[in-house]
């Protein structure tokens, strides 16, 4: 394996697959799975709907900066980033100079399928009827697609096979 790959920085929208494929890849490599939001959310105490709602998002954007900045001395990792973590603070720039930045591009009508079933667990788009769901994945994917795509790898994951292991993780 070579040591630009030793830092793996999954990034998409949410529900693209970012945790399920990336504790599988970890699983399955031997490397040690990374959440960002989960980071920020045991650091701080409370949900990140929380931060957002108590301290704003600027706020939580500089939380999500500090603790993917600070796995820049872990080896072997692979990180779920939250799905706007590439859009703020040249936070793109940052994953691909300091390890290899994966975009898992997913459809809009792709994503609306596993968030149904998860709205609940997700504060911003709880309320969200799924007509109204699948126009804000679709305007939020245009909005954020520019950062991703400066992604090393774009990996269309719609269509990947249960076992799928990527090339970039054989080691």
Same mark, same amino acid.
């Given at each position: ?6 830092r ?8 693209? &697959? ?12 031997? /490397?040690? /799975? ?10 701080? &105490?409370?949900?990140? !709907?929380?931060?957002? !709602? ?5 706020? /939580? ?7 993917l900045?600070?796995? #820049?001395?872990? #080896?072997?990792?692979?990180?779920a ?26 459809s ?13 667990? @997700? ?20 909005? @954020?697609?520019? /950062? ?10 719609d ?10 993780? #054989?080691?």
């Amino acid at each position: 394996m070579t040591s630009e790959y030793q830092r793996i920085f999954l990034t998409g929208f949410m529900g693209s &697959g970012k945790t399920y494929w990336g504790k599988k890849w970890a699983d399955a490599s031997g /490397f040690q /799975f990374v959440d960002v939001d989960e980071i920020v959310e045991q650091e701080q &105490g409370k949900t990140i !709907a929380n931060i957002f !709602a108590q301290d704003g998002e600027e706020h /939580f954007r500089n939380l999500e900066t500090n603790v993917l900045r600070r796995l #820049n001395n872990r #080896n072997n990792i692979i990180v779920a980033t939250g799905g706007g973590t590439p859009c703020f603070n040249d936070n793109i720039s940052w994953m691909n100079e300091n390890g290899t930045a994966v975009y898992l591009q997913s459809s809009a009508e792709n994503i609306l399928k596993r968030l149904i079933s998860e709205k609940e667990k @997700r504060p911003l788009i709880k309320n969200l009827q799924d007509e109204e769901l699948l126009f804000y994945i679709t305007e939020k994917i245009k909005e @954020r697609e520019p /950062f991703y795509k400066q992604a090393e790898i774009i990996l269309n994951v719609d269509n990947l096979a249960h076992n799928y292991f990527p090339e970039f993780l #054989n080691i």
